[in-house]
């Protein structure tokens, strides 16, 4: 396993490819029978599952979901998971490298955020086909004599318009991430600056609106205040460094910019009830 600066055991694509081949940038995996990910790690592509039969459950960022027949199941680079399959499962799985991705993020259309809070989406039996349809299309073109990636690359991307079709009339709050152009962008800010800045008037500034209307606007739309969606970001980082970096607990109170230990690990009983030291273990 390689590791990256921000101290996780994180899989590049190159170490699933068989053939260790040079440039890949997308591959291909039948998921059949049982298998496990025991210890959380994250990636550093994305992952798109289409599950046919499925049992067991997925951790992804913490949360727990069930697996199901006809689901798609969404990990994006840098998000932590772990899962127990059970033998009846069958599936199909693309990975698609980081340099890919950022070509192929514009097909999911709406804000990033929006598909980490609803990764897991359920599937009718026909809209299921035409996805298997479109994995096997690809499966077959990376098994052809000569690889035509830019017909591999489209394909992706035609996944991807799929996946944001069937969860338009999927999830409630849908219309709220689609209709307020001012939420994607602001929890696009919280990733980029969350390290270094927690004030809900440096992300107002930069959106060019009052600090005000920020938080109205969030508590309108998401039922939250500004304030707590940047907390909510330092929380699932550090947790996501509590289990599984390398880094100890007085690096990571550094790195997410507390002042010192006392004041992570109020903050971190506050949010989840446990100390940071319980929680990694």
Same mark, same amino acid.
Not at 9 to 22: A, C, V
């Given at each position: ?12 694509? @190159?170490?699933?490819?068989?053939? @260790? ?5 997308l591959l291909f995996n039948e +998921? ?18 289409? &599950? ?13 979901? @069930? ?25 199909? @799985? ?6 890919? &991705?950022? !070509? ?7 804000? /990033? ?5 609803? %990764? ?14 479109? &994995? ?8 052809? $004599?000569?690889?035509f990636w830019e017909l591999i ?7 991807g318009l799929l996946v944001s ?5 999927? &999830?409630?709050? *849908? $219309?709220?991430?689609?209709?307020? %152009?001012?939420? !994607? ?18 992300? /107002? ?18 039922? /939250?205040?500004?304030?707590? +969606? ?11 460094? +509590? ?32 100390? %940071?030291?319980? *929680?990694? $273990?």
């Open positions: 396993m390689g590791y990256h600066t921000d101290h996780f055991p994180i899989l590049g694509i @190159q170490e699933f490819s068989e053939n @260790q081949l040079k440039g890949c940038n +998921l059949y029978g049982a298998r496990s990910i025991d210890d959380p790690h994250k990636h550093d592509f994305f992952i798109i599952n289409l &599950f046919e039969k499925g049992v067991g459950s997925h951790t992804i960022d913490f949360v727990e979901y @069930q697996v199901k027949d006809f689901q798609i199941h969404l990990v994006f680079p840098d998000q932590v998971h772990q899962w127990v399959i059970e033998k009846e499962t069958i599936g199909y @799985q693309l990975m698609i490298s980081r340099d890919w &991705f950022e !070509s192929f993020l514009p097909s999911l259309r709406f804000s /990033a955020s929006y598909y980490q809070n609803h %990764p897991v989406i359920n599937l009718s039996q026909d809209i299921f086909t035409i996805f298997r349809y479109e &994995f096997q299309a690809i499966q077959k073109e990376l098994n052809g $004599e000569k690889v690359q489209k394909r992706s991307e035609l996944i079709k069937s969860v338009e009339g999927a &999830f409630k709050d *849908f $219309e709220v991430y689609n209709s307020n %152009p001012i939420i !994607s962008k602001f929890l696009h800010l919280i990733d980029e600056h969350f390290k270094t800045e927690r004030s809900v008037s440096f992300y /107002a500034d930069k959106l060019n609106i009052s600090a005000n209307y920020l938080n109205i606007v969030c508590k309108k739309n998401l039922n /939250a205040s500004a304030s707590s +969606l940047i907390q909510d970001r330092i929380l699932l980082e550090a947790k996501r460094l +509590l289990k599984v970096s390398e880094m100890s607990v007085k690096d990571i109170v550094y790195d997410l910019g507390f002042y010192d230990h006392a004041s992570f690990s109020k903050f971190f009983k506050a949010q989840t009830g446990m100390t %940071p030291s319980q *929680f990694k $273990e």
